[in-house]
């Protein structure tokens, strides 16, 4: 099941380098308005992209997890409400304080970010378009591709806990793929979004019922690998003591170094996956196809990941007259 995602971004490179204006074929159809190297056709700031990733690099030379955070931030902004970085706002019921955004971080390295753009473009480039240059930056340093973002986004003016409507980590494919459907994205971007799990850390809280309680049987998942359970019921207990923090555990045991890879998918299909949605994978026709794929294949994943990533991108996004250009990515601007 392989759609002409690498054929379409070696397209759009092509056209850039050529001096083409592109627009952003591919993406959801509200996303029309998004273009390649905004900001340098509207002569507002030519050299965000490297000015971003100079500090993206910068940072993860001392903390590599920083991928996995921003990626998922990236995630959670633009599946709920569009990609108009609502996430970041701060104040009283706002996206972030919704208890299945619990552990969401790199929200301060967003702010640095967004600092060293102002002093360069003072009100010109907006926290959405930041995010998602940030995110292709730092799954590049991680050993991901490199793909154009387009960019144009403005920023959305309200954020309410209300919106955040992301599935568990324990819910079935076809209840994933309903979710993602009714967000304008597809089967296969499904199982290549979620190959994001590659990387990064969950919370104990987040496996227990697969761990001792799965389907209310008081039992473990029956189709969890022996190994890899007593692993995880050693990582993660049943009760952990008064006071003691819910324990993090690496969502892709093969890789405590968050490096992109592909050994979620040949994890997922050996029954070693950590979360119950990307075990899902291996039981779905299509998402078992696409996950056998990706397992074979890294250059597969790589340039799936990248159309999909763009794709996710341009969802309700807001350009024009719409939303604003925060000057603070945490406030709106008075």
């Known amino acids: 099941m392989m759609r002409e995602g690498c054929v379409f971004l070696s397209l759009v490179v092509l056209l850039t380098l050529c001096g083409v204006k592109v627009a952003a074929v591919g993406l959801p159809s509200e996303s029309a308005p998004l273009i390649r190297h905004y900001y340098k056709v509207h002569n507002t700031c030519a050299n965000v992209e490297p000015f971003v990733r100079q500090q993206v690099k910068a940072f993860m030379e001392k903390d590599k997890t920083i991928a996995p955070k ?29 208890p299945k955004n619990r552990g969401l971080a790199a929200f301060a390295f967003i702010d640095i970010v967004k600092k060293v ?69 597809n089967v296969q971007d499904m199982a290549t979004l979620l190959g994001g799990h ?19 049987t008081g039992k473990a998942d029956p189709t969890m690998e022996p190994t890899t359970l007593s692993y995880l019921q050693k990582q993660c207990p049943k009760k ?14 093969e890789n405590p170094t968050h490096k992109f890879t592909n050994s979620y998918y040949k994890r997922a299909l050996a029954n070693k996956a950590v979360l119950g949605v990307d075990q899902q994978l291996r039981y779905g026709g299509d998402t078992y196809e696409l996950t056998d ?42």
């Open 70 to 98: 921003v990626v998922k931030l990236l995630y959670a902004d633009c599946m709920v409400n569009g990609c108009d970085a609502s996430i970041l706002l701060d104040g009283p019921n706002t996206e972030k304080t919704s």
């Open 117 to 185: 753009i102002e002093q360069r473009c003072p009100s010109a480039v907006s926290c959405a378009d930041i995010l998602n240059i940030v995110a292709r930056d730092a799954i590049y340093f991680s050993g991901g591709p490199s793909y154009p973002v387009f960019l144009g986004r403005r920023d959305g003016l309200k954020s309410d806990a209300a919106w955040v409507d992301l599935p568990s980590p324990s819910v079935s494919w076809e209840s994933a793929l309903a979710y993602f459907t009714s967000k304008g994205l």
């Open 198 to 216: 590659m990387m990064g850390r969950t919370r104990c809280s987040s496996i227990l019922d697969r761990l001792y309680d799965f389907n209310k």
């Open 240 to 253: 952990v003591k008064l006071g003691q923090p819910n324990p993090l555990i690496n969502l892709n045991p």
């Open 293 to 334: 794929q990706y397992a074979n294949s890294l250059a597969d994943f790589k340039g799936e990941f990248a159309f999909s990533m763009s794709r996710m991108g341009g969802l309700k996004v807001l350009t024009g007259s719409k939303g604003q250009i925060r000057k603070d990515c945490r406030v709106v601007n008075k």
